[in-house]
């Protein structure tokens, strides 16, 4: 095994990344290797379809296949070793389906099919044990005595990103939207890895357009999201309990938290969300329904303890999933791309079962004391109060954005960002999205202009939506992005930051502070690269860096 993918992989002196029995995250060995395998087997269905499309054929369930294969393998999704065999498995069907589509396109059009090589040639066995003797031919780094450590950290970032890419789609393409301009786009990451390309400015210009692909998955998942539920509307959130039998869904998938609603409905069943599932309250065909009761507890890193104490079922319904404790393992279910083994799995959206095991567990006794947070400013909200925005600007009531967001995580570096929002000054708005506003997003920040100083803009794969906000501002100032008086400050975990970081960089946005670290899979020459080109920073003192972001704009 070999992982260093998130942020938390294992740090020593010796080097960085994840080895030996079982990662940090919990993800084992067995696991982790089948996983790099399953990766290495969709190289393959790559480079087959990447040459189809370009004879004009295209095979959209092997594209979708991708798009949740990619999915099971990021951090804390899924767990479960005997899933990976299965989907390899199904992966080299589905490889055979693809060489067969583009050695018929290619004969059609008068050509000689090529003879395809590495994972397009790789013949996984069908038996965890002959798959595990074969881990080494799919590892991340099994190439690194050839390519070099620059090359293997850039082929490392695609890899990743376009993890990121896949789940973005994966979620847009469960409510309906899909985009054969990301279809192709990931054919093409895929088929770039599998040729074991090795020129670093090569690779970091498949990196931007890797980039370039996740803001039309960002834009078709906002579509999809607001296609199906109504875009969101400020709201207040309640974030203590009611009594009653509850429900707590978590994760970032609304359809299948749609899909629970329904099943609970007119039941006494109250719903409740969790971590990335928070922003769900703001969607009006979601919050439409009474039992969508609220919020309950913060960030992923906390589950363990919130979900022992919770008194009803779980539902997981992406990442971030950590290993399910005694005290919960029998009343928590996964859903979708998500797994661990011996855990419920719902595979097909009907999560009756939770209703009922919802009425079987004792639910809250009483009402805790009320208390709510407001939620909910989408681009079209802030959007809709763009000329008092600007007037605030123009008058100086406003000097400055940040934009505060991302993952959270258990590194104790992560105070770094509650220290920001807290000390920004009173004259600066704090725009915020992913589970990191968990830090902070019950502090009372005040108000500017009748404005609220905290914007909360949804979650993580809400980042397309403060990209919208960013450019309309500039286009009303008659500036570009970089000029606009905002700022972003930037917390990673996994592999969607790496995909959000990878569309920032492309659209030329400069000065992203990134922490608490920096990515393990970057050399230092990379980092240098990142620096130079991007004016990307790590994070470092918080007031120092509130006073540096307020200079530079001055
Ligand atoms: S996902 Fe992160 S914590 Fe888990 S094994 Fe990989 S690097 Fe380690
Ligand atoms: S924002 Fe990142 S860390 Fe937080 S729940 Fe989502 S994937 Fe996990």
Redesign the pocket.
């Known amino acids: ?1 070999f ?8 740090r020593s002196d010796e080097g960085a ?2 080895a030996g029995a079982k ?5 084992d060995a067995t696991t ?1 290797d089948l996983q790099d395998i399953l990766l290495y087997v969709c190289e393959g269905v790559g480079q087959y379809l990447h040459r189809a499309r370009q004879l004009g054929a295209t095979d959209i369930e092997a594209d979708r296949f991708i798009l949740f294969a990619f999915f099971t393998t990021l ?2 999704v899924n767990f479960n070793a005997a899933k990976f065999v299965e989907l390899i498995q199904q992966a080299s069907q589905i490889r055979e389906r693809a060489k067969a589509l583009y050695e018929d396109a290619a004969r059609a059009a008068g050509k000689t099919p090529e003879t395809l090589s590495g994972p397009a040639a790789f013949a996984p066995t069908d038996d965890m044990a002959g798959l595990l003797a074969q881990a080494s031919e799919a590892a991340v780094r099994k190439d690194a005595a050839i390519l070099g450590e620059d090359a293997v950290g850039a082929r490392a970032l695609i890899l990743y990103g376009l993890k990121g890419v896949c789940a973005y789609a994966h979620h847009a393409r469960v409510l309906g939207e899909e985009r054969d301009a990301i279809y192709s786009a990931v054919e093409n990451a895929l088929d770039m890895l599998a040729r074991e390309e090795r020129n670093v400015a090569t690779l970091l210009d498949e990196a931007l357009a890797l980039g370039r692909a996740n803001f039309l998955a960002m834009e078709a998942l906002d579509a999809a999201n607001t296609g199906a539920f109504g875009a969101p509307t400020p709201t207040n959130v309640r974030v203590t309990p009611i009594k009653g039998k509850a429900i707590l869904v978590s994760g970032h998938d609304l359809k299948d938290l749609h899909a629970i609603l329904e099943a609970t409905k007119d039941k006494g069943i109250n719903v409740y969300t969790h971590g990335e599932m928070l922003p769900a309250h703001s969607y009006p065909k979601l919050k439409a329904y009474p039992h969508l009761a609220g919020n309950y507890g913060g960030a992923w890193q906390d589950q363990q303890k919130e979900f022992a104490e919770f008194p009803g079922p779980i539902v997981m319904t992406s990442n971030c999933l950590i290993e399910p404790q005694p005290r919960y393992r029998g009343r928590i279910f996964t859903a979708g791309p998500v797994g661990w083994t011996g855990v419920r799995h719902i595979a097909d959206e009907n999560f009756s079962i939770v209703a009922q095991a919802a009425q079987a567990l004792p639910g809250f006794t009483e009402d805790a004391p009320e208390q709510t947070i407001t939620i909910g400013f989408g681009r079209d909200t802030v959007l809709g109060v763009a000329d008092k925005v600007i007037d605030a600007v123009k008058s100086g009531a406003i000097r400055h954005f940040f934009l505060v967001g991302g993952c959270d995580g258990a590194a104790p570096g992560r105070n770094y960002y509650s220290d920001f929002a807290d000390e920004a000054p009173e004259d600066t708005v704090i725009l915020t999205l992913g589970c990191g506003k968990y830090r902070f997003n019950k502090h009372d920040f005040g108000t500017i202009g009748g404005l609220p100083r905290l914007l909360d803009m949804g979650q993580c794969n809400d980042a397309y939506s403060a990209l919208v906000v960013a450019t309309k501002l500039a286009e009303a100032f008659g500036v570009g992005v970089n000029e606009l008086p905002l700022s972003l400050i930037v917390s990673w975990f ?1 592999q969607k930051a790496a995909a959000v970081l990878l569309t920032l960089l492309a659209l030329g946005v400069r000065n992203v502070r990134i922490g608490p670290t920096l990515p393990a899979f970057l050399t230092p020459a990379l980092v240098d690269v990142l620096i130079e080109k991007f004016g990307v920073q790590p994070v470092g003192d918080a007031k120092a860096d509130i006073a540096a972001s307020l200079a530079r704009a001055a």
């Open positions: 095994m992982c260093y993918q998130c942020e938390q992989t294992y990344g994840c990662g940090m995250c919990g993800k982790a951090t804390n996994e």
